[in-house]
């Protein structure tokens, strides 16, 4: 059992939560997830570490309240225990220094993206991180975020917050105006397809984190195949990071939708 120690809303339906995990705290690298399940026949739910306290042995995870099993884990409270947390688990971000790195995320994928702003911008890089959402009210981590970015720019859909327009196009802008070397996107599969449409047309190397197709986080399910320059990955023990530019995104996006009248219940 892990217990919460934590718990915040940073918007209507995202929590952030800190949990008692001690040794996933310790080997945790920016990249990694835990599989999660609340009750004994809870669902498993793929999430990616958002940050850990190796000294204090806690992670901090970013939870959407999207489907059933998503809402029981946002309802618990400081103090209550979730079932199982393994990790970590997949393959950590391969960290080098390459220059200015473009790091775009939008919505939740914000969360994910964080530990890898900080680890590039460790290792050297300036990084500049490119947020999104629909409005001012689901922007997350900002502040989080320019604590560990060279430089921040937030898009919001209805220009309630930051710039008017989307991630792709605060994405853009930054290319336009200085050499950048890398990209790095998470959120979801419709947006990192149209980043990775955007860079393909600079020739910029981009990492898409495709950890939103995920189920078991072992490889036995295979749920989580994809595509990518003409060979089958499975994205939670191949990835879950793969280069943009050779992932069959229209295949991705249609296994997606598959179960989505399921997951809406």
């Known amino acids: 059992m892990n217990r919460i120690t934590a718990k915040t809303y940073l918007s209507a339906n995202v929590v952030k939560m800190e949990i008692e995990a001690p040794l996933i705290a310790r080997a945790r690298r920016a990249g990694h997830f ?18 850990a306290d190796a000294e204090r042995g806690t992670i901090t995870l970013i939870i959407q309240a999207a489907g059933l ?6 309802a618990l409270r400081v103090g ?28 939740v994928g914000v969360a ?52 008017k327009g989307l991630v792709t196009h605060g994405v853009e802008a930054v290319i336009l105006r200085e050499k950048t070397n890398l990209c790095v996107t998470i959120g979801p599969a419709v947006m990192m397809k149209f980043v990775s449409l955007l860079t393909k047309r600079y020739d910029l190397p981009t990492i898409a984190s495709l950890n939103t197709i995920m189920v078991d986080g072992s490889g036995m399910c295979g749920a989580c195949r994809v595509t990518v320059g003409g060979k089958t990955r499975f994205v939670c023990v191949d990835g879950p990071e793969f280069d943009a530019h050779q992932v069959d995104f229209d295949e991705m996006l249609m296994r997606l939708n598959a179960y989505k009248d399921i997951e809406n219940k």
């Open 80 to 107: 209550d225990e979730i079932t199982d947390v393994a990790g970590p688990l997949g393959q950590a971000t391969h960290i080098g220094r390459h220059g200015t790195v473009v790091c775009a995320g939008g919505g």
């Open 112 to 163: 994910p993206l964080l530990p890898i702003v900080e680890a590039f911008r460790k290792a050297g890089n300036r990084v500049i991180a490119v947020i999104a959402a629909r409005t001012k009210e689901l922007v997350i981590l900002e502040d989080e975020m320019k604590t560990c970015a060279d430089e921040v720019i937030v898009m919001t859909d209805d220009g309630s917050h930051g710039r």
């Open 34 to 51: 835990v599989i999660v399940r609340t009750g004994e026949k809870g669902e498993r739910i793929p999430l990616t570490i958002a940050a």
């Open 69 to 74: 099993s998503t809402r029981k884990i946002c």
